[in-house]
């Protein structure tokens, strides 16, 4: 008696919650891995312009393991990611399919997305300098970071963290292996405290004092530099000035970006509906609310940017195909390990 | 055929169908432990050299010393506490004997953001310090970084010695009276009452609840993570997360839980011999008054865990919390998760006494009827066996069977001409399924330990009375059991509120429970954000922190696996 409550609970449950949305015809099915207070906002407003419903469901991690596990019955229709690695994770293990779209073959560059329409960038996320706005400073390369000068004066999130791995994996690319593994062993020493928290916690460590410069992401800045005068946020954004490194020995230089990007599921049930809002969020008033609200920089060229974010000059992209980034990202995780970086 | 069976039945008087049921729940407790290994299997060697030679090595010391940090501040908290308020009489001891359970209603990710913003050099606490001593900017003077071992061991230690306390207090409360009396009559000073008759006394209390508390060390994602301590279980997540390898990070879990089976077994052989029945009639130990300066010392030591487990991080959320609600308002959102956070902790709760209630049940049946009692008790322990494995772990391994579930169903549905879609997956069934196994061993423990309180011989008595095993479980047990199913259940709605991981993975779409809110938040870094998630999770956690409280003055927290 006790084991069938068990079983049947769920299945009376399902008939409420989750067969109607599956089924209802309008609707697109979200499944993401980005945070939903930053893509609410843009779903909203796709919602408002189409009539469109958008189900959402936000898997921190195991967006993959999910969607692979649900198989050919997951209800999923676009699949979105804060990081080209975990994109072209789903792309690899067949998981998407490849969409035709003129919109946004036009729209994307073509070494933002998929040649076969298997995955599309949606925006870009700069990984930058945040440094304590008296320091004498005006360019960086990444490399620079790991100068003994620097000892006890820089502040990291994890090693482990994607926004790290795929900058480590892009180091590899251009310095190879020994190169990034003795930059690696160099950031190490010079870390003023464990490699951990997030990303604006470097800007607040500066102002602590704790740090004078570390590597984040430029969006966290124009979120803090937007917040009203004396918040506590402001004063962790005016307390930092943001320059956007290059690679030193990369061909071209170029910062790094990682991106947030989707595709559609492999077995898509809304799949025009899919291909609608992909086409939607490259479109000008998505791309203008990633810019504004979001502080990302655009896709799409000539999107007008958030003051705070164009205060930063012109994003010179380092020019490093994402695929292959993700090609080094094991070793890169690999080599953090080695380093002993978090511990 | 049917007769054959049922005169062996009568022959050997096996339980068979409670056998059954229970053995089918521990099949599924053991299923996603039997995905996992076969993941494992699929491992490439390569990748275990690396973990062995550089994950491993480091992230065992942490866990090592992390596990070791935690079981000292949480015995020496909760022990000594349990003997103050047990033992002695001083200002305020009635109110904070049950506040000292308050912290358990604040989980570990929560104290986590809490202190590192209390204590950060731009907080309050190191700026009233600065004032103080004259300094104007932190770049002068700063206390440590939280962000250490040590800060991780003092937070998790802050939220989880209630574990101890209630166990070792449940303990001398109610054996403890007579042995106690007698050491004070023969002549025994306080510390000699303490250290040589106490102690000992209360050894199996602090086992069981230090190793509940250190299940959840070893388990906890939140807090080491958020801290930047690599433990096992953070290895685990990194290896499966920044690497894409499952089957590395399943090999890591694995090995984990094989360290805990060998932990809990060698902690029930060491005391395999000891007996701590007692035949005297079980009432509670009168305090000793203590008097002046001795007096306002021990309010002084006894409030101040709760002070820093529940007062300053609940306090501090509020304030938090008022300052956004000033702003913004209460978003409709954190009510809704609210709401659903509730909802499926009281459905997850309910599944998850019954169960447990089933793997007692037939183990006792089986004592009764002098048959099938190690097949019972060994269900009873694999059943337990989800307690000990972290919670993303266990999600992952669940996925798999949960997808095939869902194709045999969509298999029968669609035989009828029915679209049945994604039964479990895409319910609130995938997060039941997932807290019940997680937390069996809660309500299994508490009830088995229950049952063990009643000599079989009073079965037996009330079966020659004509009683069938059903009515004897009505009539004998269920008055008796209900304590430990109220402080079972209490703990199990506790648990499933604060749980994150699984939560995370396993939901439905739309579907957003408190703790899920405040990890959104946190995720972009604004754990400002999700001040009013946590401080809600606080709050209705504290529901049934209370009530446990008040049931046998909580004296419900038993063995687990």
Known sequence: MRVSALIKWPFLASLALAAVPALAADEVNLYTTREPGLIQPLLDSFSRDTGIKVNTVFVADGLLERVRAEGGRSPADVLMTVDSGNLLDLVGNGLTQGIESATLESVVPAHLRGADGSWFTLSLRDRVLYAHKDLELDSFNYEDLADPKWKGKVCIRSGQHPYNISLIAAMIAHDGVEATENWLRGVKANLARKAAGGDRDVARDILAGICDLGLANAYYVGRMKNEPAGSEQRRWGDAIKVIRPHFAYGSEGGTHVNISGAAVARHAPNRGNAVRLLEYLVGDQAQSLYAKANYEYPVKAGVELDPVVASFGALKVDPLPMTEIARFRKQASELVDRVGFDN | ?561
């Open chain 2, 1 to 561: 055929m049917a007769a054959h069976a049922l005169t062996l039945r009568q022959r050997v008087r096996l339980p068979l169908p409670w056998l059954s049921l229970a053995a089918l729940l521990a099949a599924v407790v053991i299923l996603p432990v039997i995905v996992l290994a076969a993941t494992a299997a699929q491992g490439s060697e390569g990748l275990w050299s690396h973990v062995g030679r550089h994950v491993l090595p480091q992230a065992s010391l942490n866990t090592l010393w992390l596990l070791l940090g935690v079981g000292i501040v949480v015995g020496v908290i909760g022990t000594g506490c349990a003997w103050l308020v047990s033992a002695y009489e001083f200002p305020g001891r009635r109110w904070l004997s049950w506040a000292l359970l308050l912290p358990l209603a604040v989980p570990t990710y929560v104290v986590a953001y809490a202190y590192l913003d209390l204590l950060h050099p731009l907080g309050p606490v190191q700026s009233l310090v600065r004032d103080l001593l004259g300094y104007d900017s932190p770049r002068q003077f700063r206390l440590p970084d939280i962000r250490s071992l040590a800060g991780c061991i003092g937070l998790l230690g802050l939220v989880l010695y209630p574990y101890v306390y209630a166990t070792v207090r449940a303990m001398f409360a109610t054996q403890a009276a007579s042995v106690l009396e007698s050491a004070r009559s023969l002549g025994a000073g306080p510390v000699a009452v303490f250290t040589r008759v106490a102690l000992p006394l209360a050894r199996p209390a602090i086992a069981v609840g230090m190793s509940l508390a250190l299940l959840e060390t070893l388990n906890d994602i939140g807090a080491s993570q958020f801290l930047g301590i690599q433990t096992l279980t953070v290895s685990v997540y990194t290896t499966w997360v920044t690497r894409s390898d499952l089957a590395g990070a399943a090999q890591i879990a694995l090995s984990m839980l094989v360290l805990v089976v060998l932990l809990v077994v060698l902690e029930r052989y060491s005391r395999r011999r000891q007996r701590y029945a007692s035949s005297a009639r079980s009432r509670p130990l009168p305090p000793a008054r203590l008097r002046g300066g001795k007096a306002w010392l021990a309010t002084a030591l006894v409030s101040l865990p709760v002070l820093l487990g529940f007062v300053a991080p609940f306090a501090f959320l509020a304030w938090e919390s008022w300052k956004r609600m000033g702003a913004h308002g209460i978003p409709a959102a954190v009510l809704d998760a609210t709401w659903n956070t509730f909802t499926i902790a009281v459905i997850a709760t309910g599944v998850t006494v019954a169960a447990g209630l089933l793997l007692a049940w037939s183990l006792r049946l089986a004592q009764y009827r002098g048959t099938g009692e190690r097949f019972a008790a060994v269900t009873l322990r694999v059943g337990s066996l989800g307690y000990a494995l972290p919670g993303t772990v266990l999600a992952i391994g669940l996925l798999t069977p949960m997808a095939w579930f869902d194709a045999g169903v969509a298999r029968v549905a669609g035989a009828i001409g029915l679209d049945s879609g994604m039964v479990l997956m895409a319910s609130g069934g995938a997060l039941v399924l997932a807290y019940t196994l997680r937390f069996l061993a809660i309500t299994a423990g508490g009830i088995d330990a229950g049952f063990g309180r009643v000599p079989v011989s009073m079965d037996h008595a009330a079966g020659s009375l004509g009683h069938t095993p059903g009515a004897i479980l009505r009539r004998v047990h269920w008055p008796l059991l209900r304590p430990a199913l109220a402080g079972g259940a209490l703990l199990v709605f506790v648990d499933t509120m604060k749980e994150l991981p699984a939560t995370l993975l396993l939901r439905p779409m739309n579907f957003e429970t408190l703790a899920t809110w405040l990890y959104a938040d946190a995720a972009r870094g604004a754990y400002e954000d999700g001040a009013m998630a946590a401080l809600l999770i606080v709050l209705v956690g504290l529901l049934p922190v209370i009530l446990l409280a008040r049931t046998r003055r909580g004296a419900v927290v038993e063995v687990p696996a």
